[in-house]
């Protein structure tokens, strides 16, 4: 990328901000990765879904709050830490929040499989972690492509199309048994990683293409935590549904689990269709 002079002098640095936000994410994300782990705790002995959240209320709450009150510190500060003005531009909320979303499948989806494996095939660990290869192989594949369809066609329809694939390679994990040939089980990964790469990167690059060169060091931050929050939240999610069902079936628990997913799926196809309307209407907006 070109180097860029900044046409604004960035003031002296946002000291209260930064330290709001560098407590407030870790404590959400550690609060939300506990509750994952002590709800499956709570969970074996029918804890439910909040089973185990009393324990991780705390870091949660702090976390939220420190986060709520940089936010209003951001709107009284010229030059805060990290400008959130920039959502009130429609294309970098859209593709913001679809980040935010496919994170959620995404990351969430590195803990699920893994166990889907180990757990529900009894698997071994090096055996799964060869099972797993095809998923990282569809998505490096697609990676250099991915990036040359949204040069030409735009995050949003890009992103939408992999939204799509991904609930498509989900639903089979939904509804057929963890005894699922294996042929079909790693065809299903390679392409899962395929629509990951369609589905994830474009929104990013999206993201990045929706601002000013000045303004891209505050998106790729605010991209990078809300990609780490959605994935928090949906490994905690998956999480607390596999193992809070997990005594009454193997089978039906990851039925369950993979219902989850293939709902965040589908959250994720629908941000990257409000992707696709929002950029439209910019390029109508511009005249292009």
């Not at 990328?1 to 407590?23: I, K, T, Y």
């Not at 400008?83 to 294309?91: E, G, K, S, V, Y």
Request: hydrophobic content about 50%; proline content about 5%.
């Amino acid at each position: 990328m070109p180097r860029e002079r900044p046409s604004v002098h960035p003031g002296s640095l946002d000291w209260p901000g930064l330290l709001l936000v560098a407590a407030g994410v870790p404590l959400l994300i550690y609060g939300l990765s506990a509750w994952g782990e002590r709800g499956g705790a709570s969970g074996r002995s029918g804890g439910g879904l909040g089973g185990g959240l009393g324990g991780t209320l705390g870091p949660v709450a702090a976390g939220a709050l420190a986060l709520a009150a940089f936010a209003w510190h951001a709107r009284r500060t010229a030059h805060p830490v990290l400008d959130l003005r920039l959502f009130a531009n429609p294309a970098y909320a859209a593709a913001t929040v679809t980040a935010a979303l496919t994170g959620a499948a995404m990351f969430g989806s590195t803990l699920l499989f893994p166990l889907y494996f180990q757990v529900g095939r009894d698997t071994g660990v090096t055996a799964t972690g060869l099972a797993l290869i095809p998923l990282g192989l569809g998505t490096a594949l697609l990676l250099p492509v991915s990036g040359r369809l949204t040069d030409r066609f735009g995050g949003g329809v890009v992103s939408a199309y992999g939204g799509l694939a991904a609930v498509a390679t989900t639903v089979p994990f939904a509804v057929l048994g963890t005894d699922m040939n294996t042929a079909a089980v790693e065809g299903l990964l390679l392409l899962r990683g395929m629509a990951l790469a369609l589905a994830v990167t474009p929104v990013g690059i999206a993201a990045y293409q929706a601002v000013t060169p000045e303004q891209l060091a505050d998106a790729t931050t605010q991209v990078n935590i809300l990609q780490r929050l959605g994935g928090a939240l949906g490994g905690t999610v998956f999480a607390v549904v596999l193992t809070t069902r997990l005594p009454l079936g193997v089978e039906g628990a990851f039925h369950a689990a993979f219902r989850w997913l293939t709902a965040a799926s589908v959250l994720g196809l629908a941000g990257a269709a409000w992707l696709t309307v929002a950029q439209r209407r910019r390029r109508r907006a511009e005249g292009g």
